[in-house]
T-cell receptor, first 115, second 111 residues
Framework: DGGITQSPKYLFRKEGQNVTLSCEQNLNHDAMYWYRQDPGQGLRLIYYSQIVNDFQKGDIAEGYSVSREKKESFPLTVTSAQKNPTAFYLC??????????????FGPGTRLTVL | QKEVEQNSGPLSVPEGAIASLNCTYSDRGSQSFFWYRQYSGKSPELIMFIYSNGDKEDGRFTAQLNKASQYVSLLIRDSQPSDSATYLCAVTANQGGKLIFGQGTELSVKP
């Protein structure tokens, strides 16, 4: 059963803590993305990776870090430098070939709350 | 000007009516256009994509693209209460395969 999984579904962070959000896909997609969504807002791109061992900053990368050591995995770390991290975090992946290149498919999301 | 702009909602239509959702974009180099549906508290799910000018139909959904006017729309025929959700328009950036999302339009279909 192919898809994108994110864990945990809910995450609570204390001030000053780093937390890591997991994103795994078994769709054999090359590209993976992290977005942040605030209430009533659209999606804002944090980081993206089009190939293993390479990634680029999106529009709001400050306070976040990523790695792409495997094609299937693209974890996001929310660092203590991110001053307002409470949001819904969405991971997506896409292929760069085939009938619908660039079509992004989303995982179920992680809702992060700072206590 | 926002790169991708959608009707500010919420949009309310009666059950069985046609819902029309609109989106304009600023980058003339954009090649691919997507509509996603997002239920409250859930992640976006793809409804349709369109690459060429004109209409593309899939069941009750029709996407319309006019590149000259930089305009893409989604029509939902025979709207159902289960169509009540936020609809996100997304457009490819000129480089890198990134998508730029509009802020979304909330649709409410009243029984």
């Amino acid at each position: 059963d192919g898809g994108i999984t994110q864990s945990p579904k809910y995450l609570f962070r204390k001030e000053g803590q780093n937390v890591t959000l997991s994103c795994e896909q078994n769709l054999n997609h090359d590209a993976m993305y992290w977005y942040r969504q605030d209430p009533g807002q659209g999606l804002r791109l944090i980081y993206y990776s089009q190939i293993v061992n390479d990634f680029q900053k999106g529009d709001i990368a400050e306070g976040y870090s990523v790695s792409r050591e495997k094609k299937e995995s693209f974890p996001l770390t929310v660092t203590s430098a991110q001053k307002n991290p409470t949001a819904f975090y969405l991971c997506a992946s896409s292929t760069t070939s085939g009938g619908a290149p660039d079509t992004q498919y989303f995982g179920p999301g992680t809702r992060l709350t700072v206590l | 000007q926002k790169e991708v702009e959608q009707n500010s909602g919420p949009l309310s239509v009666p059950e069985g009516a046609i819902a029309s959702l609109n989106c304009t974009y600023s980058d003339r180099g954009s090649q691919s256009f997507f509509w996603y549906r997002q239920y409250s508290g859930k992640s976006p799910e793809l409804i349709m994509f369109i690459y060429s000018n004109g209409d593309k139909e899939d069941g009750r959904f029709t996407a319309q693209l006019n590149k000259a006017s930089q305009y893409v729309s989604l029509l939902i025929r025979d709207s159902q209460p289960s169509d009540s959700a936020t609809y996100l328009c997304a457009v490819t950036a000129n480089q890198g395969g990134k998508l730029i999302f509009g802020q979304g339009t909330e649709l409410s279909v009243k029984p």
